[in-house]
Protein backbone atom coordinates (compact mmCIF):
# COMPACT_ATOMS: atom_id res chain seq x y z
CA UNK A 1 0.00 0.00 0.00
CA UNK A 2 1.30 3.44 -0.69
CA UNK A 3 0.56 6.54 1.40
CA UNK A 4 1.29 9.67 0.57
CA UNK A 5 0.44 13.34 1.74
CA UNK A 6 -0.36 16.07 -0.85
CA UNK A 7 -0.70 20.43 0.31
CA UNK A 8 -3.02 22.73 -1.87
CA UNK A 9 -4.53 25.75 -1.41
CA UNK A 10 -8.08 23.79 -1.53
CA UNK A 11 -9.45 20.35 -0.85
CA UNK A 12 -9.88 20.10 -4.72
CA UNK A 13 -6.44 21.00 -5.81
CA UNK A 14 -5.11 18.31 -3.45
CA UNK A 15 -7.32 15.55 -4.45
CA UNK A 16 -6.19 16.40 -7.81
CA UNK A 17 -2.40 16.24 -6.94
CA UNK A 18 -2.99 12.81 -5.62
CA UNK A 19 -4.96 11.81 -8.30
CA UNK A 20 -2.13 13.11 -10.61
CA UNK A 21 0.19 11.19 -8.72
CA UNK A 22 -1.03 8.20 -7.56
CA UNK A 23 -3.71 7.73 -10.44
CA UNK A 24 -7.49 7.75 -10.93
CA UNK A 25 -7.72 4.70 -8.06
CA UNK A 26 -6.35 6.26 -5.44
CA UNK A 27 -8.36 6.58 -2.11
CA UNK A 28 -8.68 9.33 0.14
CA UNK A 29 -8.08 8.68 3.85
CA UNK A 30 -7.54 11.97 5.98
CA UNK A 31 -8.22 15.54 4.69
CA UNK A 32 -7.11 18.38 7.06
CA UNK A 33 -6.40 22.15 7.15
CA UNK A 34 -3.11 23.38 8.60
CA UNK A 35 -2.66 26.86 9.85
CA UNK A 36 0.21 29.28 9.13
CA UNK A 37 2.58 29.56 11.98
CA UNK A 38 5.40 32.46 12.93
CA UNK A 39 5.37 35.88 12.47
CA UNK A 40 4.23 36.06 9.14
CA UNK A 41 1.18 33.93 9.44
CA UNK A 42 -0.95 36.90 8.74
CA UNK A 43 0.47 37.24 5.10
CA UNK A 44 0.19 33.55 4.37
CA UNK A 45 -2.99 31.48 3.60
CA UNK A 46 -3.62 28.41 5.25
CA UNK A 47 -2.86 24.94 3.36
CA UNK A 48 -5.25 21.80 2.76
CA UNK A 49 -3.51 18.85 3.35
CA UNK A 50 -4.56 15.18 1.63
CA UNK A 51 -3.81 12.34 2.62
CA UNK A 52 -4.42 9.36 -0.53
CA UNK A 53 -3.50 5.59 -0.17
CA UNK A 54 -3.04 3.54 -3.32
CA UNK A 55 -3.00 -0.50 -3.56
CA UNK A 56 0.99 -1.11 -4.74
CA UNK A 57 -0.50 -3.20 -7.27
CA UNK A 58 -2.03 -0.35 -9.03
CA UNK A 59 0.75 2.04 -8.17
CA UNK A 60 3.20 -0.40 -9.93
CA UNK A 61 0.58 -1.22 -12.90
CA UNK A 62 0.40 2.32 -13.34
CA UNK A 63 4.29 2.84 -13.71
CA UNK A 64 4.41 0.21 -16.17
CA UNK A 65 1.83 1.32 -18.48
CA UNK A 66 3.36 4.95 -18.35
CA UNK A 67 6.88 3.20 -19.27
CA UNK A 68 8.09 3.38 -22.73
CA UNK A 69 9.61 0.46 -24.54
CA UNK A 70 13.36 -0.64 -24.63
CA UNK A 71 14.19 -0.50 -27.68
CA UNK A 72 17.41 1.10 -29.15
CA UNK A 73 17.52 2.88 -25.50
CA UNK A 74 21.26 3.20 -24.04
CA UNK A 75 21.23 2.54 -20.17
CA UNK A 76 21.07 6.10 -20.11
CA UNK A 77 18.66 6.69 -22.14
CA UNK A 78 16.50 7.96 -19.17
CA UNK A 79 13.57 5.70 -19.99
CA UNK A 80 11.91 6.05 -16.47
CA UNK A 81 13.53 8.22 -13.71
CA UNK A 82 15.33 6.56 -11.27
CA UNK A 83 13.04 8.61 -8.12
CA UNK A 84 9.93 6.60 -8.48
CA UNK A 85 12.04 3.02 -8.91
CA UNK A 86 13.43 3.49 -4.99
CA UNK A 87 9.54 2.68 -4.27
CA UNK A 88 9.63 -0.45 -6.13
CA UNK A 89 12.88 -1.99 -5.49
CA UNK A 90 14.29 -4.33 -3.28
CA UNK A 91 12.27 -7.18 -2.99
CA UNK A 92 9.03 -9.27 -4.50
CA UNK A 93 6.94 -6.74 -2.68
CA UNK A 94 6.68 -3.29 -0.92
CA UNK A 95 6.99 -3.03 2.44
CA UNK A 96 3.76 -1.86 4.07
CA UNK A 97 5.53 -0.46 7.33
CA UNK A 98 8.88 0.79 5.66
CA UNK A 99 7.21 2.47 3.07
CA UNK A 100 5.16 4.35 6.18
CA UNK A 101 7.43 5.00 8.22
CA UNK A 102 7.60 8.60 8.22
CA UNK A 103 3.65 8.31 8.61
CA UNK A 104 3.59 5.95 11.13
CA UNK A 105 6.28 7.73 13.26
CA UNK A 106 3.97 11.40 12.97
CA UNK A 107 0.61 10.15 12.72
CA UNK A 108 0.63 6.93 15.25
CA UNK A 109 -1.05 9.20 17.69
CA UNK A 110 -3.28 10.40 14.86
CA UNK A 111 -4.39 6.66 14.01
CA UNK A 112 -4.92 6.15 18.00
CA UNK A 113 -6.78 8.91 18.43
CA UNK A 114 -9.03 8.20 15.81
CA UNK A 115 -9.62 4.80 16.85
CA UNK A 116 -10.31 6.09 20.37
CA UNK A 117 -9.53 3.46 23.28
CA UNK A 118 -9.06 0.28 20.58
CA UNK A 119 -5.12 0.13 21.60
CA UNK A 120 -5.76 0.10 25.55
CA UNK A 121 -8.51 -2.51 24.66
CA UNK A 122 -6.42 -4.69 22.71
CA UNK A 123 -3.20 -4.46 25.34
CA UNK A 124 -6.04 -5.21 28.23
CA UNK A 125 -7.08 -8.74 26.27
CA UNK A 126 -3.77 -9.74 25.57
CA UNK A 127 -2.92 -8.77 29.46
CA UNK A 128 -5.64 -9.88 31.53
CA UNK A 129 -4.11 -10.00 34.57
CA UNK A 130 -3.52 -6.64 35.19
CA UNK A 131 -2.92 -3.26 33.39
CA UNK A 132 -0.61 -2.24 30.56
CA UNK A 133 1.27 -0.33 32.83
CA UNK A 134 1.95 -2.94 34.75
CA UNK A 135 3.55 -4.91 31.88
CA UNK A 136 7.41 -4.90 31.57
CA UNK A 137 8.16 -3.34 28.77
CA UNK A 138 9.27 -4.55 25.33
CA UNK A 139 12.56 -3.54 25.71
CA UNK A 140 13.31 -5.05 29.22
CA UNK A 141 11.78 -8.10 28.07
CA UNK A 142 14.33 -8.70 24.84
CA UNK A 143 17.11 -7.70 27.32
CA UNK A 144 16.33 -9.86 29.33
CA UNK A 145 16.31 -12.76 27.08
CA UNK A 146 19.48 -12.03 25.35
CA UNK A 147 21.01 -12.59 28.54
CA UNK A 148 18.99 -15.89 29.20
CA UNK A 149 19.65 -17.69 25.71
CA UNK A 150 20.50 -17.58 22.09
CA UNK A 151 18.93 -13.96 21.57
CA UNK A 152 18.42 -14.15 18.09
CA UNK A 153 16.29 -16.64 17.51
CA UNK A 154 14.17 -15.82 20.81
CA UNK A 155 13.71 -11.57 19.76
CA UNK A 156 12.19 -13.19 16.13
CA UNK A 157 10.14 -15.39 18.01
CA UNK A 158 8.94 -12.97 20.80
CA UNK A 159 8.15 -10.62 18.16
CA UNK A 160 6.46 -12.45 16.05
CA UNK A 161 3.68 -13.84 18.52
CA UNK A 162 3.10 -10.56 19.56
CA UNK A 163 2.48 -9.95 15.80
CA UNK A 164 0.37 -12.60 15.66
CA UNK A 165 -1.85 -11.78 19.23
CA UNK A 166 -2.02 -8.71 18.10
CA UNK A 167 -3.59 -9.57 14.28
CA UNK A 168 -5.61 -12.48 16.11
CA UNK A 169 -7.47 -9.87 18.32
CA UNK A 170 -8.11 -7.34 15.13
CA UNK A 171 -9.41 -10.68 13.43
CA UNK A 172 -11.50 -11.58 16.16
CA UNK A 173 -12.91 -7.68 16.17
CA UNK A 174 -13.73 -7.48 12.81
CA UNK A 175 -15.77 -11.08 13.09
CA UNK A 176 -17.67 -9.91 15.96
CA UNK A 177 -18.75 -7.25 13.97
CA UNK A 178 -19.96 -9.75 11.73
CA UNK A 179 -17.37 -9.09 8.63
CA UNK A 180 -17.22 -12.65 7.12
CA UNK A 181 -14.26 -14.60 7.83
CA UNK A 182 -13.33 -14.92 4.43
CA UNK A 183 -13.08 -11.61 4.23
CA UNK A 184 -11.45 -10.49 7.24
CA UNK A 185 -9.16 -13.73 6.59
CA UNK A 186 -7.84 -11.84 3.54
CA UNK A 187 -7.58 -8.61 5.07
CA UNK A 188 -5.04 -9.77 8.14
CA UNK A 189 -3.08 -12.13 5.55
CA UNK A 190 -2.89 -8.58 3.29
CA UNK A 191 -1.04 -7.20 6.34
CA UNK A 192 0.88 -10.16 7.89
CA UNK A 193 2.55 -10.37 4.81
CA UNK A 194 3.62 -6.90 4.58
CA UNK A 195 4.47 -6.26 8.42
CA UNK A 196 7.75 -6.17 9.84
CA UNK A 197 9.01 -8.54 12.68
CA UNK A 198 9.49 -5.36 15.17
CA UNK A 199 5.71 -3.74 14.31
CA UNK A 200 3.78 -2.51 17.17
CA UNK A 201 0.04 -2.35 17.99
CA UNK A 202 -0.42 1.40 16.38
CA UNK A 203 1.64 0.42 12.78
CA UNK A 204 -0.53 -2.75 13.01
CA UNK A 205 -3.65 -0.68 13.47
CA UNK A 206 -2.79 1.51 11.20
CA UNK A 207 -2.33 -0.63 8.18
CA UNK A 208 -5.75 -2.43 9.25
CA UNK A 209 -7.28 0.78 9.45
CA UNK A 210 -5.97 2.14 5.82
CA UNK A 211 -6.12 -1.55 4.27
CA UNK A 212 -10.13 -1.23 5.08
CA UNK A 213 -10.39 2.05 4.12
CA UNK A 214 -9.10 1.19 0.36
CA UNK A 215 -11.17 -1.94 0.27
CA UNK A 216 -14.67 -0.10 1.11
CA UNK A 217 -13.38 2.79 -1.96
CA UNK A 218 -14.69 5.74 -2.43
CA UNK A 219 -18.59 6.35 -2.66
CA UNK A 220 -20.85 6.98 -5.54
CA UNK A 221 -23.29 10.36 -5.16
CA UNK A 222 -26.11 11.16 -7.00
CA UNK A 223 -24.65 13.86 -9.82
CA UNK A 224 -26.49 16.20 -12.43
CA UNK A 225 -25.37 16.50 -15.64
CA UNK A 226 -27.13 18.22 -19.11
CA UNK A 227 -29.61 15.73 -19.23
CA UNK A 228 -32.48 14.90 -17.20
CA UNK A 229 -31.46 11.96 -14.59
CA UNK A 230 -33.95 9.11 -14.29
CA UNK A 231 -32.93 7.36 -10.84
CA UNK A 232 -34.29 3.63 -10.27
CA UNK A 233 -34.04 2.71 -6.39
CA UNK A 234 -34.72 -1.04 -5.99
CA UNK A 235 -34.21 -3.77 -3.26
CA UNK A 236 -36.31 -5.74 -1.49
CA UNK A 237 -39.65 -5.14 0.67
CA UNK A 238 -39.47 -3.28 3.95
CA UNK A 239 -35.74 -1.33 3.31
CA UNK A 240 -37.21 1.72 3.15
CA UNK A 241 -36.64 2.99 -0.53
CA UNK A 242 -39.66 5.22 -0.51
CA UNK A 243 -38.57 7.23 3.02
CA UNK A 244 -34.98 6.92 1.42
CA UNK A 245 -36.02 8.65 -1.81
CA UNK A 246 -38.19 11.27 -0.19
CA UNK A 247 -35.01 11.84 1.98
CA UNK A 248 -32.82 12.42 -1.30
CA UNK A 249 -35.20 14.73 -3.13
CA UNK A 250 -35.63 17.05 0.09
CA UNK A 251 -31.97 17.68 -0.35
CA UNK A 252 -31.65 18.28 -4.06
CA UNK A 253 -35.10 20.47 -3.73
CA UNK A 254 -34.53 22.63 -0.78
CA UNK A 255 -30.61 22.69 -0.67
CA UNK A 256 -29.87 22.74 -4.61
CA UNK A 257 -33.04 23.91 -6.24
CA UNK A 258 -33.51 21.08 -8.47
CA UNK A 259 -36.50 20.89 -10.43
CA UNK A 260 -37.46 17.31 -8.60
CA UNK A 261 -40.27 14.96 -9.63
CA UNK A 262 -41.29 11.18 -8.71
CA UNK A 263 -42.26 7.80 -10.56
CA UNK A 264 -43.81 5.04 -8.83
CA UNK A 265 -44.36 1.48 -9.94
CA UNK A 266 -45.03 0.71 -6.89
CA UNK A 267 -48.79 -0.51 -7.40
CA UNK A 268 -48.24 -3.95 -4.84
CA UNK A 269 -47.73 -2.55 -1.53
CA UNK A 270 -50.90 -0.83 0.28
CA UNK A 271 -51.23 3.27 0.67
CA UNK A 272 -47.35 3.17 -1.32
CA UNK A 273 -48.56 5.73 -3.71
CA UNK A 274 -50.24 8.18 -1.09
CA UNK A 275 -46.86 7.55 0.85
CA UNK A 276 -45.05 8.87 -1.78
CA UNK A 277 -47.73 11.79 -2.85
CA UNK A 278 -47.51 12.92 0.81
CA UNK A 279 -44.05 13.66 0.62
CA UNK A 280 -44.19 15.37 -2.43
CA UNK A 281 -46.73 17.47 -1.61
CA UNK A 282 -44.66 18.80 1.57
CA UNK A 283 -41.65 19.24 -0.39
CA UNK A 284 -43.78 20.40 -3.84
CA UNK A 285 -43.00 18.38 -6.37
CA UNK A 286 -45.00 16.24 -9.00
CA UNK A 287 -45.73 12.07 -9.01
CA UNK A 288 -46.77 10.01 -11.67
CA UNK A 289 -47.91 6.54 -11.34
CA UNK A 290 -46.41 3.84 -14.16
CA UNK A 291 -48.11 0.70 -13.84
CA UNK A 292 -46.31 -0.43 -17.09
CA UNK A 293 -43.43 0.24 -19.68
CA UNK A 294 -45.87 2.11 -21.55
CA UNK A 295 -46.56 4.33 -18.84
CA UNK A 296 -43.33 4.82 -18.26
CA UNK A 297 -42.31 6.20 -21.65
CA UNK A 298 -45.54 8.73 -20.74
CA UNK A 299 -44.06 9.02 -17.82
CA UNK A 300 -40.98 10.59 -18.88
CA UNK A 301 -42.05 12.24 -21.60
CA UNK A 302 -43.94 14.83 -18.98
CA UNK A 303 -41.39 14.64 -16.69
CA UNK A 304 -38.76 15.33 -19.61
CA UNK A 305 -37.97 19.13 -18.60
CA UNK A 306 -36.94 18.34 -14.84
CA UNK A 307 -33.77 17.45 -13.81
CA UNK A 308 -34.12 14.88 -11.55
CA UNK A 309 -36.90 11.89 -11.93
CA UNK A 310 -36.56 9.64 -8.64
CA UNK A 311 -38.42 6.02 -9.69
CA UNK A 312 -39.62 4.24 -6.25
CA UNK A 313 -39.96 0.22 -7.10
CA UNK A 314 -42.10 -2.33 -5.50
CA UNK A 315 -40.08 -3.95 -3.40
CA UNK A 316 -39.78 -7.36 -5.20
CA UNK A 317 -39.27 -10.18 -3.06
CA UNK A 318 -35.88 -11.74 -5.04
CA UNK A 319 -37.48 -14.87 -5.19
CA UNK A 320 -40.45 -13.47 -7.17
CA UNK A 321 -39.30 -14.26 -11.30
CA UNK A 322 -42.34 -12.47 -12.35
CA UNK A 323 -42.04 -9.49 -10.55
CA UNK A 324 -38.43 -9.48 -11.20
CA UNK A 325 -39.15 -9.79 -14.79
CA UNK A 326 -41.67 -6.45 -14.15
CA UNK A 327 -38.38 -4.49 -13.34
CA UNK A 328 -36.48 -5.39 -16.12
CA UNK A 329 -38.94 -4.17 -18.37
CA UNK A 330 -39.27 -0.63 -16.71
CA UNK A 331 -35.53 -0.25 -16.44
CA UNK A 332 -35.08 -1.25 -20.43
CA UNK A 333 -37.44 1.26 -21.13
CA UNK A 334 -35.24 3.98 -19.60
CA UNK A 335 -32.35 2.11 -20.92
CA UNK A 336 -33.78 2.45 -24.58
CA UNK A 337 -33.95 6.92 -24.16
CA UNK A 338 -30.31 7.55 -22.80
CA UNK A 339 -30.08 9.44 -25.63
CA UNK A 340 -32.68 11.68 -24.02
CA UNK A 341 -31.91 10.89 -20.24
CA UNK A 342 -29.18 9.99 -17.91
CA UNK A 343 -29.99 6.57 -15.91
CA UNK A 344 -28.22 5.39 -12.41
CA UNK A 345 -29.79 2.43 -10.44
CA UNK A 346 -29.16 2.14 -6.81
CA UNK A 347 -29.86 -0.76 -4.71
CA UNK A 348 -31.37 -0.39 -1.34
CA UNK A 349 -30.24 -2.75 1.60
CA UNK A 350 -30.71 -3.03 5.05
CA UNK A 351 -27.63 -3.74 7.78
CA UNK A 352 -29.97 -5.69 9.67
CA UNK A 353 -30.90 -8.34 7.22
CA UNK A 354 -28.45 -11.60 7.35
CA UNK A 355 -25.46 -11.56 5.47
CA UNK A 356 -26.61 -15.14 3.52
CA UNK A 357 -29.91 -13.31 2.44
CA UNK A 358 -28.19 -9.96 1.33
CA UNK A 359 -26.19 -12.31 -0.92
CA UNK A 360 -29.52 -14.05 -2.48
CA UNK A 361 -30.62 -10.75 -2.70
CA UNK A 362 -27.62 -9.61 -4.46
CA UNK A 363 -27.51 -12.10 -6.75
CA UNK A 364 -30.79 -11.80 -8.03
CA UNK A 365 -30.03 -8.28 -9.15
CA UNK A 366 -26.23 -9.27 -10.82
CA UNK A 367 -27.59 -9.15 -14.40
CA UNK A 368 -28.71 -5.21 -14.12
CA UNK A 369 -25.14 -4.00 -14.52
CA UNK A 370 -23.35 -1.06 -12.76
CA UNK A 371 -25.26 -0.08 -9.30
CA UNK A 372 -24.29 1.44 -6.06
CA UNK A 373 -25.79 0.49 -2.16
CA UNK A 374 -27.60 2.25 -0.24
CA UNK A 375 -27.64 1.04 3.31
CA UNK A 376 -30.52 1.71 5.69
CA UNK A 377 -31.03 1.11 9.39
CA UNK A 378 -28.21 1.95 10.51
CA UNK A 379 -29.81 2.59 13.55
CA UNK A 380 -31.18 -0.53 14.13
CA UNK A 381 -27.91 -2.57 14.53
CA UNK A 382 -24.32 -2.11 16.49
CA UNK A 383 -23.16 -4.77 13.97
CA UNK A 384 -21.90 -2.94 10.27
CA UNK A 385 -19.91 -5.31 8.72
CA UNK A 386 -22.96 -6.08 6.03
CA UNK A 387 -21.67 -3.23 4.58
CA UNK A 388 -17.97 -4.05 4.03
CA UNK A 389 -18.95 -7.61 3.14
CA UNK A 390 -21.44 -6.38 0.22
CA UNK A 391 -19.05 -4.30 -0.93
CA UNK A 392 -16.30 -6.83 -1.56
CA UNK A 393 -18.95 -9.65 -2.35
CA UNK A 394 -20.68 -7.69 -5.12
CA UNK A 395 -18.01 -5.04 -6.11
CA UNK A 396 -20.19 -2.50 -6.29
CA UNK A 397 -19.78 0.70 -5.05
CA UNK A 398 -21.13 2.00 -1.56
CA UNK A 399 -23.18 5.36 -1.75
CA UNK A 400 -25.47 6.51 1.12
CA UNK A 401 -26.62 5.07 4.26
CA UNK A 402 -29.89 6.40 6.27
CA UNK A 403 -30.19 6.23 10.08
CA UNK A 404 -33.77 6.85 10.95
CA UNK A 405 -37.29 7.90 9.76
CA UNK A 406 -36.86 11.38 9.93
CA UNK A 407 -37.08 13.31 5.77
CA UNK A 408 -34.42 15.25 5.54
CA UNK A 409 -32.60 14.22 8.26
CA UNK A 410 -30.77 10.79 8.86
CA UNK A 411 -29.32 10.23 5.26
CA UNK A 412 -26.01 11.04 4.68
CA UNK A 413 -22.86 9.83 2.06
CA UNK A 414 -21.22 7.09 3.08
CA UNK A 415 -18.23 7.90 5.66
CA UNK A 416 -15.47 5.28 4.99
CA UNK A 417 -12.97 6.55 7.75
CA UNK A 418 -15.65 6.20 10.14
CA UNK A 419 -16.91 2.69 9.29
CA UNK A 420 -13.59 1.32 9.39
CA UNK A 421 -13.23 2.96 12.91
CA UNK A 422 -16.12 1.40 13.99
CA UNK A 423 -15.40 -2.22 12.87
CA UNK A 424 -12.17 -1.92 14.54
CA UNK A 425 -14.07 -1.49 17.56
CA UNK A 426 -13.65 2.50 18.04
CA UNK A 427 -16.44 5.11 18.88
CA UNK A 428 -18.36 7.02 15.80
Known amino acids: MIVKKFQAETETEAILKAKDELGSGAVVLNVKTLKQ ?33 MENKGANSGFISSQPMKNITGGSQINLVADEKIDMNSNAANIEKKLDSLHSLLENQMNPGGSSAKRPAAATV ?21 N ?17 SKYADEIIADIEASLKKESNIDSI ?20 GDKPKVIFFIGPTGVGKTTTIAKIASHFKLEKYTKVAFI ?17 SIIDCPVNV ?6 MDECLDEFKTYELILVDTAGRSHKSEEQMEELDKLIETVEQRKDEFD ?28 WAII ?28 SGQNVPNDIEVINEQRLAKLLLGGKS
Open 37 to 69: RGVFRLFKKDVVEVTAALEEKEFINGINNKRPT
Open 142 to 162: MHEEIHAQDTGKKIVKERENA
Open 164 to 180: YKFLQLIYKKLVDNEVD
Open 205 to 224: LSAVYQKIILKLGEPRTISL
Open 264 to 280: TSDTYRIAAVEQLNTYA
Open 290 to 295: AYSPDE
Open 343 to 370: FEIYLTLSVTTKYKDLVNIADKYKHIKD
Open 375 to 402: FTKLDETCSLGNMLNMKLYTGEPLSYTT
